[in-house]
């Protein structure tokens, strides 16, 4: 029972103005990303900012990494546009109500465990895409609308304004720390900007420029959509991906905020947490998302490592919408974009760049790869399976030419092989062409105390090799296989010494057993 209460670590020591100032900080960063997202998802403002307030309180709240930040995503967002221009609203709801539940059931399974698969390559890869995503798109920000109500970049007075307010907003945040960290530098800058603003009567884009951010308490609504086979088969595939988007891009920042402050949250936790989240989000009109890496930095770097800052950002964001919108539409975008641009710059993986020549060549391509998938399709989750896909091939290729074979005759005229290295899939080639069964005396034995049969192709490589010797008459003795080696083996009985001793126990990857 006590786990089951226990959502929050009170031996840990809370640094509370560090908590609620940081908060305050990301909340005020969640305003016009929440309100791009659901720009490019072809949804209202409110339903980005609602799905905020949800997925950033309750994965504060439940998650597996105090101190990581959730809200709407781009990366959703891009999933669920499709079906969003289709089908409306309505369906998006109900998509994300499905894939909380999918990512509940990933938790409750304990599929968190499987981004151990994912190589430190294509988190680099990851982490440097995500950052030039995060750049490029603050690059909008430049634009304004024209006399026609087009978008068309900004020239003249109103740019060079615009420049130099985002250059101050990255200098106090460069600078703040190295005289002070008693104050969030994000936040430092974010109010000196304002007040630049105010104080001068400068004419700059605000985030009411945007969009209106008023609203009131998110109301519960459930999704008005017909219950039956037709509804589930279309927003079923929506929901699928659009989980593992999640759960993918949730998992990467779970570790990567690992790193940077030396501890270790809970995938599986925080797979239930997302899912939980973006139920909830789907019930009051919000459009889901996942975890996000901009924010949770600029949460870190402000010194959060608690709860409560996560908590702060999700209250503090609902009290914009519900009572603060007209102070919150004043604030100059300039600020918000220099934080952002900040932010890109701190997690790009600068040290990525160094190890191109100390790292293997195929890690190079693999990171390189990711980056560009990220950066060109917006496809987090794609991106890192095709990095994870590549890595594996290139795992297997290089395990296929580690397989050897040391032979000897001793002085009974019997042939021995020891054979070194994984027989699986990629190395069966190379194993059967270590043997000479024509030219091998009439006994032979081939000893896997070195070796291990990994997957259903090393047996067959092992039935098609006895096969050989039984043709030719020869005795042929296999010696230190598992038991279920044994037992996936045809002629097993005739040809396998069993030493109870020695031999070993691992499984062999197979639906045969």
Same mark, same amino acid.
């Given at each position: 029972?006590?786990?089951?209460?226990?959502?929050?670590?009170?031996?840990?020591?809370?640094?509370?103005?560090?908590?609620?100032?940081?908060?305050?900080?990301?909340?005020?960063?969640?305003?016009?990303?929440?309100?791009?997202?659901?720009?490019?998802?072809?949804?209202?403002?409110?339903?980005?900012?609602?799905?905020?307030?949800?997925?950033?309180?309750?994965?504060?709240?439940?998650?597996?990494?105090?101190?990581?930040?959730?809200?709407?995503?781009?990366? @959703?967002? =891009?999933?669920?546009?499709? #079906? %969003?221009?289709?089908?409306?609203?309505?369906? !998006?709801? /109900?998509? $994300?109500? +499905?894939?909380?539940?999918?990512?509940?059931?990933?938790?409750?399974?304990?599929?968190?465990?499987?981004?151990?698969?994912?190589?430190?390559?294509?988190?680099?890869?990851?982490?440097?895409?995500?950052?030039?995503?995060?750049?490029?798109?603050?690059?909008?920000?430049?634009?304004?609308?024209?006399?026609?109500?087009?978008?068309?970049?900004?020239?003249?007075?109103?740019?060079?304004?615009?420049?130099?307010?985002?250059?101050?907003?990255?200098?106090?945040?460069?600078?703040?720390?190295?005289?002070?960290?008693?104050?969030?530098?994000?936040?430092?800058?974010?109010?000196?900007?304002?007040?630049?603003?105010?104080?001068?009567?400068?004419?700059?884009?605000?985030?009411?420029?945007?969009?209106?951010?008023?609203?009131?308490?998110?109301?519960?609504?459930?999704?008005? @959509?017909? =219950?039956?086979?037709?509804? #589930? %088969?279309?927003?079923?595939?929506?929901?699928? !991906?659009? /989980?593992? $988007?999640? +759960?993918?891009?949730?998992?990467?920042?779970?570790?990567?905020?690992?790193?940077?402050?030396?501890?270790?949250?809970?995938?599986?936790?925080?797979?239930?947490?997302?899912?939980?989240?973006?139920?909830?989000?789907?019930?009051?009109?919000?459009?889901?998302?996942?975890?996000?890496?901009?924010?949770?930095?600029?949460?870190?770097?402000?010194?959060?490592?608690?709860?409560?800052?996560?908590?702060?950002?999700?209250?503090?964001?609902?009290?914009?919408?519900?009572?603060?919108?007209?102070?919150?539409?004043?604030?100059?975008?300039?600020?918000?974009?220099?934080?952002?641009?900040?932010?890109?710059?701190?997690?790009?993986?600068?040290?990525?760049?160094?190890?191109?020549?100390?790292?293997?060549?195929?890690?190079?391509?693999?990171?390189?790869?990711?980056?560009?998938?990220?950066?060109?399709?917006?496809?987090?989750?794609?991106?890192?399976?095709?990095?994870?896909? !590549?890595? /594996?091939? $290139?795992?297997?290729?290089?395990?296929?030419?580690?397989?050897?074979?040391?032979?000897?005759?001793?002085?009974?005229?019997?042939?021995?092989?020891?054979?070194?290295?994984?027989?699986?899939?990629?190395?069966?080639?190379?194993?059967?062409?270590?043997?000479?069964?024509?030219?091998?005396?009439?006994?032979?034995?081939?000893?896997?105390?070195?070796?291990?049969?990994?997957?259903?192709?090393?047996?067959?490589?092992?039935?098609?090799?006895?096969?050989?010797?039984?043709?030719?008459?020869?005795?042929?003795?296999?010696?230190?296989?598992?038991?279920?080696?044994?037992?996936?083996?045809?002629?097993?009985?005739?040809?396998?010494?069993?030493?109870?001793?020695?031999?070993?126990?691992?499984?062999?990857?197979?639906?045969?057993?």
């Amino acid at each position: 029972m006590k786990k089951v209460l226990n959502l929050f670590d009170f031996s840990q020591k809370v640094n509370y103005r560090t908590e609620i100032l940081a908060g305050l900080t990301v909340a005020l960063a969640l305003i016009p990303e929440a309100v791009a997202f659901a720009m490019i998802a072809k949804l209202s403002p409110l339903t980005g900012l609602y799905a905020a307030f949800v997925m950033g309180l309750i994965t504060a709240i439940l998650g597996g990494r105090p101190g990581m930040i959730s809200g709407a995503t781009g990366a @959703v967002a =891009v999933v669920i546009v499709g #079906l %969003s221009v289709s089908h409306g609203p309505e369906y !998006i709801f /109900a998509t $994300v109500v +499905l894939a909380g539940i999918l990512q509940v059931l990933a938790g409750v399974f304990r599929l968190g465990k499987l981004i151990r698969l994912v190589p430190h390559s294509v988190i680099f890869g990851f982490v440097n895409g995500l950052a030039i995503i995060i750049f490029m798109s603050q690059l909008t920000q430049f634009k304004t609308l024209n006399a026609e109500g087009e978008m068309v970049w900004m020239t003249g007075a109103p740019f060079y304004i615009f420049l130099g307010l985002v250059l101050i907003t990255m200098f106090i945040i460069w600078g703040l720390p190295k005289l002070t960290k008693v104050f969030p530098s994000s936040l430092a800058a974010i109010l000196a900007i304002f007040g630049i603003v105010v104080a001068l009567g400068i004419d700059t884009k605000s985030v009411g420029d945007m969009a209106s951010i008023n609203g009131g308490f998110p109301p519960f609504h459930i999704p008005m @959509v017909p =219950v039956n086979f037709e509804t #589930l %088969s279309l927003i079923f595939p929506y929901a699928l !991906i659009m /989980a593992g $988007v999640g +759960l993918i891009e949730s998992l990467l920042t779970l570790n990567i905020v690992d790193e940077i402050t030396e501890t270790r949250g809970s995938g599986n936790k925080e797979c239930v947490a997302q899912g939980t989240a973006n139920i909830f989000s789907g019930f009051f009109s919000g459009m889901g998302g996942c975890a996000m890496l901009g924010q949770s930095l600029i949460n870190v770097s402000s010194g959060a490592r608690a709860r409560l800052s996560g908590i702060t950002a999700a209250i503090m964001l609902l009290v914009f919408i519900m009572f603060g919108a007209d102070l919150i539409e004043k604030l100059p975008m300039a600020a918000l974009t220099g934080v952002m641009v900040m932010v890109a710059i701190g997690t790009f993986e600068w040290a990525s760049l160094k190890t191109f020549n100390k790292m293997p060549k195929s890690d190079v391509i693999v990171m390189v790869l990711v980056t560009a998938v990220t950066v060109i399709l917006h496809n987090l989750a794609l991106a890192v399976l095709v990095g994870v896909i !590549i890595s /594996a091939l $290139v795992f297997a290729w290089d395990n296929a030419k580690r397989i050897r074979a040391r032979k000897h005759i001793d002085e009974n005229g019997v042939k021995h092989y020891e054979i070194y290295g994984p027989l699986f899939f990629g190395s069966t080639t190379a194993f059967n062409s270590k043997f000479d069964v024509l030219n091998d005396p009439e006994e032979v034995i081939i000893d896997f105390s070195e070796s291990r049969v990994v997957d259903m192709s090393g047996i067959e490589a092992l039935n098609k090799l006895t096969e050989r010797y039984l043709k030719q008459g020869k005795t042929l003795h296999l010696r230190h296989l598992s038991s279920d080696c044994r037992k996936l083996l045809d002629n097993a009985d005739k040809i396998i010494e069993v030493n109870i001793l020695e031999d070993p126990t691992y499984k062999v990857a197979t639906d045969r057993l």
